[in-house]
């Protein structure tokens, strides 16, 4: 299993309007493209982020790497983009690839 993981610390000011267009909007967006499985939404909470954001972690779970390539290319950049442009330095955000070895 490959797990896409997109860490993101938003401005608290817009943390609600953040999580809403998370919900409604972008991740149904990935996951209609048919690349993943299923999508969790986590807030962090420890470490405390620092003051004035909020932290947030979304997983997205794909079968292959190939699912996943084919996210990168056909699909990332755009959505990449929308989210770029709504929250234009009232965010950061970093991206990790893991895959799963096991389940206990």
Same mark, same amino acid.
């Given at each position: 299993?490959?797990?896409?993981?997109?860490?993101?610390?938003?401005?608290?000011?817009?943390?609600?309007?953040?999580?809403?267009?998370?919900?409604?909007? *972008?991740?149904?967006?990935?996951?209609? !493209?048919? $690349? +993943?499985?299923?999508? *969790?939404?986590?807030?962090?909470?420890?470490?405390?982020?620092?003051?004035?954001?909020?932290? +947030?972690?979304?997983?997205?779970? $794909?079968?292959?790497?190939? %699912?996943?390539?084919?996210?990168?290319?056909?699909?990332?950049?755009?959505?990449? !983009?929308? *989210?770029?442009?709504?929250?234009?330095?009232?965010? %950061? %955000?970093?991206? !990790?690839?893991?895959?799963?070895?096991?389940?206990?």
């Amino acid at each position: 299993m490959i797990i896409y993981s997109v860490t993101v610390s938003i401005d608290n000011a817009v943390e609600a309007d953040w999580v809403a267009w998370m919900r409604t909007k *972008h991740i149904p967006d990935v996951m209609d !493209t048919g $690349c +993943f499985q299923t999508g *969790h939404l986590q807030r962090l909470l420890d470490p405390l982020p620092e003051a004035g954001v909020s932290t +947030f972690n979304v997983q997205y779970e $794909c079968v292959s790497m190939e %699912a996943y390539e084919a996210y990168v290319e056909l699909h990332a950049p755009r959505l990449q !983009t929308e *989210h770029t442009m709504r929250y234009k330095d009232r965010f %950061a %955000a970093f991206r !990790t690839l893991l895959r799963r070895e096991d389940s206990f």
